[in-house]
């Protein structure tokens, strides 16, 4: 329990209104989009100022409360799922775009922006901010950067971490770092921003994010390539990049996610298909014109039984169509969805493919599998009833069989969503127990008093 | 008094619809209320996240997720957008119900839901006396929209600017009619709902015009109850039923092909909540239940999709009056109703329809929700009638009286000449009687 006294300390700093101590309020913070046990925290404060987001982290640090901070909650790994008596700290309060430079193209915003808002105001001035990971609707900017989030656009334009361009945020006793700068060369000092990127709020709070924004495209072309055979959409995948061009989305759909879209939409999919790939070209109107030419013939050479190419932004948004309601489709089929991102290098997509349909019939699991060919990034998902305690176990199984397959490929745990404390226990399969060791020192240097989102990515050091 | 442990048993009932919920979050986009305070206890996961701990026996006292649930519109644009497709406005009231029979109604509601809402005899008399006093507790606000405020510092009305009761509701106008199909061959009950009854009989009117100049017979029954949503959405299901019954036999189904309302929440009531709410009643009066719910139709989907009216093929003159549509939830996200009541305005040739930004974004009236939280239903109402304003018309529209209450609150409020009116008036004022 943490005390009256102290929650009346944490009421002078950020006022009554942004601490929530009733038992329902704080339920409501139990959990994030990972399937995982609800922890109901201790304390819910929501300051609203960087002076008031000081002082709460060093009102933590000083009675040692460990302290989660939240966006909207919606990464797949459990990074906030707060500790009982522990402290969760809002960002929802912190939702202003401080500068949007059209002349050295960045942009100043506080972490609880939203990143959906923030792509259409940079939209509005004719600039372009390209991270777009699922959630953009509701996720928050300083999620993006505490996950290092990714989406659709990671082959062409990457992910979050490539957009950080400076950072301030506060160390765990509430002191305020500066990293990074507003220009595009700086090699002051450090590069704290990048320790900072995808570290799940276990080493700093962040107020600040400086993001470097591009030109938006002037063009930009759609197709739907449909395939027989997995492999004859891989080997396009392949060929694509083979030939110098990088689509600025390269999306796969396999059979059975096919299917669900299908009995969701009735967009009239292929139902009998093995693969889709959904592209898009962007860029110079010439040149989007000739990739797009090359892409098309590209698909035919690998045996693509069909290509759409989108004539009007009526026909683009319906390619597009499918592969935003692929997660809803799936999702609609089981209580419980289990969304993996175990990433392989792309040339081994298909040895990936045939690996999940493995494990699915091994363990007698439903598991669609959709995601960024492009860049290797496929989300095995895996349809389950999280109450049915046989299943559960296969599942389990079946998810540790998919990393171990990933890293046999050379890949990774965990393309974009995050280590938290899902995949925790998993890092020194991927790594070694010195590179624990070594991440763990990092963290006791700069968090004495493991405060910082304690047992996320490293478990507890 | 049921145990907690009784309570999390009943709520229990509810669990396969509760694990539908992924806990992805997407409700936040959506939400107008989670759009007003960022609490992630009014927004539709936070909610089902309280039930479920609920159902786990996670909390000492109920009365916390109760206060919680009831912070909602019941707008269902989290439904909407669910991408796995909760059906949170069945699960939220059914566990209205659920904890209102463990935690008993409150004083006030009782009197108001059982007393009054529950005897529509008794409620027509009582709305008739305050018509003809209310001129004594309230003066004029707003010229334009024709509302008033209270006169007296203190009182019920608080810093509302209502649209008063009109001197003599619809069903003193017209009791009752039963007329033979005309032209169209369809004959249509009314079904008039307390709010057109009560405050806008000119909808009702118009209504009426028009599907007689559609050749639709038109039946109407006299002592008409309310829809009930009023009971079910504060978890009387006493009351409710009551009053469901009640309609059943004024609106006997063999009587008419369709039940038309005017009343985007009436609607929605009759063809999603009846059947929901009768499900562990017998098979016999279930059936009944469906058999009308099957049948009610909202007036702009019935008169665009049934009888085929098609919007002017020649486009509306420079300077007809521009008018903006508002979409009522209860008809956009409970129906998937939003081209209709537009294809109805683009065939008035006196208008021409300018699209506000985000029309479907909630007005934030939620019935019963305003009277218990009136501060974020104005400060969701503000931001609808921002958007309004931006839109530069003279007249909004919409398809629901409830939108049109909370429309004539907040405009008046920010002293706006925008008029407030029904898409049907729009459409009955351009048909040549």
Same mark, same amino acid.
């Given at each position: 329990?943490?005390?009256?006294?102290?929650?009346?300390?944490?009421?002078?700093?950020?006022?009554?209104?942004?601490?929530?101590?009733?038992?329902?309020?704080?339920?409501?913070?139990?959990?994030?989009?990972?399937?995982?046990?609800?922890?109901?925290?201790?304390?819910?404060?929501?300051?609203?100022?960087?002076?008031?987001?000081?002082?709460?982290?060093?009102?933590?640090?000083?009675?040692?409360?460990?302290?989660?901070?939240?966006?909207?909650?919606?990464?797949?790994?459990?990074?906030?799922?707060?500790?009982?008596?522990?402290?969760?700290?809002?960002?929802?309060?912190?939702?202003?775009?401080?500068?949007?430079?059209?002349?050295?193209?960045?942009?100043?915003?506080?972490?609880?922006?939203?990143?959906?808002?923030?792509?259409?105001?940079?939209?509005?001035?004719?600039?372009?901010?390209?991270?777009?990971?699922?959630?953009?609707?509701?996720?928050?900017?300083?999620?993006?950067?505490?996950?290092?989030?990714?989406?659709?656009?990671?082959?062409?334009?990457?992910?979050?971490?490539?957009?950080?361009?400076?950072?301030?945020?506060?160390?765990?006793?509430?002191?305020?770092?500066?990293?990074?700068?507003?220009?595009?060369?700086?090699?002051?000092?450090?590069?704290?921003?990048?320790?900072?990127?995808?570290?799940?709020?276990?080493?700093?709070?962040?107020?600040?994010?400086?993001?470097?924004?591009?030109?938006?495209?002037?063009?930009?072309?759609?197709?739907?390539?449909?395939?027989?055979?997995?492999?004859?959409?891989?080997?396009?995948?392949?060929?694509?990049?083979?030939?110098?061009?990088?689509?600025?989305?390269?999306?796969?759909?396999?059979?059975?996610?096919?299917?669900?879209?299908?009995?969701?939409?009735?967009?009239?999919?292929?139902?009998?298909?093995?693969?889709?790939?959904?592209?898009?070209?962007?860029?110079?109107?010439?040149?989007?014109?000739?990739?797009?030419?090359?892409?098309?013939?590209?698909?035919?050479?690998?045996?693509?039984?069909?290509?759409?190419?989108?004539?009007?932004?009526?026909?683009?948004?319906?390619?597009?169509?499918?592969?935003?309601?692929?997660?809803?489709?799936?999702?609609?089929?089981?209580?419980?969805?289990?969304?993996?991102?175990?990433?392989?290098?792309?040339?081994?997509?298909?040895?990936?493919?045939?690996?999940?349909?493995?494990?699915?019939?091994?363990?007698?699991?439903?598991?669609?599998?959709?995601?960024?060919?492009?860049?290797?990034?496929?989300?095995?998902?895996?349809?389950?009833?999280?109450?049915?305690?046989?299943?559960?176990?296969?599942?389990?199984?079946?998810?540790?069989?998919?990393?171990?397959?990933?890293?046999?490929?050379?890949?990774?745990?965990?393309?974009?969503?995050?280590?938290?404390?899902?995949?925790?226990?998993?890092?020194?399969?991927?790594?070694?127990?010195?590179?624990?060791?070594?991440?763990?020192?990092?963290?006791?240097?700069?968090?004495?008093?493991?405060?910082?989102?304690?047992?996320?990515?490293?478990?507890?050091? | 008094?049921?145990?907690?442990?009784?309570?999390?048993?009943?709520?229990?009932?509810?669990?396969?619809?509760?694990?539908?919920?992924?806990?992805?979050?997407?409700?936040?986009?959506?939400?107008?209320?989670?759009?007003?305070?960022?609490?992630?206890?009014?927004?539709?996961?936070?909610?089902?996240?309280?039930?479920?701990?609920?159902?786990?026996?996670?909390?000492?006292?109920?009365?916390?997720?109760?206060?919680?649930?009831?912070?909602?519109?019941?707008? &269902?644009?989290? *439904? $909407?957008?669910?991408?796995?497709?909760?059906?949170?406005?069945?699960?939220?009231?059914? %566990? =209205? #119900?659920? /904890?209102?029979?463990?935690?008993?109604?409150?004083?006030?509601?009782?009197?108001?839901?059982?007393?009054?809402?529950?005897?529509?005899?008794?409620?027509?008399?009582?709305?008739?006396?305050?018509?003809?006093?209310?001129?004594?507790?309230?003066?004029?606000?707003?010229?334009?929209?024709?509302?008033?405020?209270?006169?007296?510092?203190?009182?019920?009305?608080?810093?509302?600017?209502?649209?008063?009761?009109?001197?003599?509701?619809?069903?003193?106008?017209?009791?009752?009619?039963?007329?033979?199909?005309?032209?169209? &061959?369809?004959? *249509? $009950?009314?079904?008039?709902?307390?709010?057109?009854?009560?405050?806008?009989?000119?909808? %009702? =009117? #118009?209504? /009426?015009?028009?599907?007689?100049?559609?050749?639709?017979?038109?039946?109407?029954?006299?002592?008409?109850?309310?829809?009930?949503?009023?009971?079910?959405?504060?978890?009387?299901?006493?009351?409710?039923?009551?009053?469901?019954?009640?309609?059943?036999?004024?609106?006997?189904?063999?009587?008419?092909?369709?039940?038309?309302?005017?009343?985007?929440?009436?609607?929605?009531?009759?063809?999603?909540?009846?059947?929901?709410?009768?499900?562990?009643?017998?098979?016999?009066?279930?059936?009944?239940?469906?058999?009308?719910?099957?049948?009610?139709?909202?007036?702009?989907?019935?008169?665009?999709?049934?009888?085929?009216?098609?919007?002017?093929?020649?486009?509306?003159?420079?300077?007809?009056?521009?008018?903006?549509?508002?979409?009522?939830?209860?008809?956009?996200?409970?129906?998937?109703?939003?081209?209709?009541?537009?294809?109805?305005?683009?065939?008035?040739?006196?208008?021409?329809?300018?699209?506000?930004?985000?029309?479907?974004?909630?007005?934030?009236?939620?019935?019963?929700?305003?009277?218990?939280?009136?501060?974020?239903?104005?400060?969701?109402?503000?931001?609808?009638?921002?958007?309004?304003?931006?839109?530069?018309?003279?007249?909004?529209?919409?398809?629901?009286?409830?939108?049109?209450?909370?429309?004539?609150?907040?405009?008046?409020?920010?002293?706006?000449?925008?008029?407030?009116?029904?898409?049907?008036?729009?459409?009955?004022?351009?048909?040549?009687?």
């Amino acid at each position: 329990m943490i005390s009256k006294a102290l929650i009346q300390e944490f009421q002078k700093v950020v006022g009554s209104d942004g601490v929530f101590a009733d038992e329902a309020d704080r339920a409501a913070y139990s959990y994030d989009a990972a399937v995982l046990e609800p922890v109901v925290p201790g304390l819910v404060v929501r300051p609203t100022t960087a002076e008031m987001l000081s002082r709460v982290v060093r009102l933590c640090n000083e009675n040692r409360l460990p302290l989660t901070v939240r966006g909207a909650g919606t990464n797949l790994s459990g990074g906030t799922v707060p500790r009982p008596d522990g402290v969760v700290v809002l960002t929802n309060g912190l939702n202003r775009i401080l500068e949007i430079n059209t002349e050295d193209l960045y942009a100043v915003v506080e972490p609880g922006v939203i990143t959906a808002k923030f792509a259409a105001a940079v939209e509005a001035r004719g600039l372009f901010y390209p991270p777009d990971p699922g959630s953009q609707a509701v996720s928050t900017l300083g999620g993006n950067v505490a996950e290092n989030a990714g989406g659709l656009r990671g082959l062409k334009y990457g992910v979050t971490r490539d957009y950080v361009m400076g950072l301030e945020f506060f160390d765990a006793e509430g002191n305020l770092v500066k990293t990074g700068a507003r220009t595009v060369k700086c090699v002051t000092g450090y590069n704290l921003a990048a320790l900072l990127v995808g570290s799940e709020g276990t080493l700093g709070v962040i107020h600040k994010i400086i993001l470097k924004l591009i030109p938006a495209p002037q063009h930009r072309k759609s197709m739907v390539a449909v395939f027989d055979r997995v492999s004859g959409a891989s080997e396009t995948v392949a060929a694509i990049i083979a030939n110098r061009i990088v689509p600025a989305t390269l999306e796969f759909l396999d059979n059975f996610t096919i299917r669900a879209v299908e009995a969701y939409s009735k967009a009239g999919l292929p139902v009998e298909a093995a693969a889709l790939l959904l592209i898009e070209v962007d860029g110079h109107p010439g040149q989007v014109e000739e990739e797009a030419a090359k892409v098309e013939a590209i698909c035919r050479e690998r045996g693509a039984s069909s290509i759409q190419v989108a004539r009007t932004a009526q026909e683009r948004d319906k390619v597009w169509e499918a592969r935003r309601a692929a997660l809803s489709a799936l999702a609609k089929l089981k209580p419980t969805v289990v969304l993996e991102d175990a990433t392989v290098p792309r040339s081994r997509i298909p040895d990936m493919v045939a690996a999940v349909e493995e494990i699915a019939r091994r363990h007698h699991l439903t598991i669609g599998t959709f995601g960024h060919a492009g860049d290797g990034n496929l989300h095995p998902t895996i349809l389950t009833d999280r109450r049915d305690e046989k299943e559960w176990q296969r599942v389990e199984r079946a998810i540790d069989e998919i990393f171990d397959r990933a890293l046999a490929m050379g890949g990774t745990l965990s393309g974009e969503h995050g280590i938290g404390l899902a995949k925790a226990s998993f890092m020194e399969r991927e790594t070694t127990r010195a590179t624990l060791d070594y991440a763990r020192r990092i963290k006791r240097a700069l968090d004495p008093n493991n405060i910082l989102n304690p047992g996320k990515i490293i478990g507890d050091a | 008094m049921a145990t907690i442990q009784e309570l999390a048993r009943l709520v229990r009932e509810l669990e396969d619809q509760l694990v539908v919920c992924m806990r992805c979050g997407m409700c936040q986009a959506v939400c107008p209320l989670y759009g007003e305070t960022g609490r992630e206890a009014d927004v539709a996961r936070g909610k089902l996240a309280l039930l479920e701990g609920l159902s786990r026996e996670m909390f000492r006292d109920p009365a916390g997720v109760s206060e919680r649930l009831h912070r909602c519109l019941l707008c &269902g644009s989290c *439904a $909407a957008n669910c991408p796995s497709g909760v059906k949170v406005l069945d699960i939220f009231l059914k %566990a =209205r #119900a659920i /904890l209102a029979g463990y935690q008993g109604l409150s004083p006030v509601k009782k009197a108001v839901l059982r007393g009054m809402l529950g005897n529509p005899e008794i409620f027509d008399r009582v709305m008739e006396w305050g018509a003809r006093f209310q001129k004594i507790f309230t003066r004029p606000a707003n010229e334009t929209l024709g509302t008033s405020c209270a006169r007296f510092g203190a009182s019920l009305l608080g810093n509302r600017h209502i649209k008063p009761l009109a001197p003599k509701p619809f069903h003193a106008e017209l009791p009752s009619l039963d007329e033979a199909p005309g032209a169209s &061959g369809v004959k *249509a $009950a009314f079904f008039v709902g307390c709010l057109i009854d009560k405050i806008f009989p000119s909808v %009702a =009117r #118009a209504s /009426l015009k028009v599907l007689r100049h559609h050749g639709v017979g038109v039946y109407l029954p006299d002592n008409q109850a309310c829809c009930g949503i009023p009971a079910a959405s504060s978890g009387d299901l006493e009351t409710f039923k009551k009053l469901v019954r009640h309609n059943l036999e004024r609106f006997p189904v063999d009587r008419f092909d369709v039940l038309i309302t005017s009343c985007a929440t009436c609607t929605a009531t009759i063809r999603k909540v009846w059947p929901v709410l009768f499900q562990e009643e017998g098979p016999e009066v279930l059936e009944r239940v469906q058999a009308l719910s099957e049948k009610a139709m909202d007036i702009h989907a019935f008169l665009v999709g049934r009888l085929g009216v098609a919007p002017d093929p020649v486009p509306p003159e420079k300077d007809a009056l521009a008018v903006t549509y508002h979409d009522p939830c209860h008809l956009r996200k409970s129906l998937g109703v939003f081209a209709e009541p537009r294809r109805l305005l683009q065939a008035s040739p006196s208008v021409r329809l300018v699209e506000m930004a985000q029309p479907d974004w909630c007005c934030g009236l939620g019935g019963s929700f305003s009277l218990e939280h009136y501060d974020l239903s104005a400060g969701i109402g503000r931001r609808k009638r921002d958007q309004v304003a931006a839109a530069g018309c003279r007249v909004v529209t919409t398809g629901c009286p409830a939108c049109m209450i909370q429309l004539h609150d907040q405009l008046s409020q920010a002293g706006d000449t925008v008029t407030v009116r029904h898409a049907i008036e729009i459409y009955a004022e351009n048909l040549n009687s």
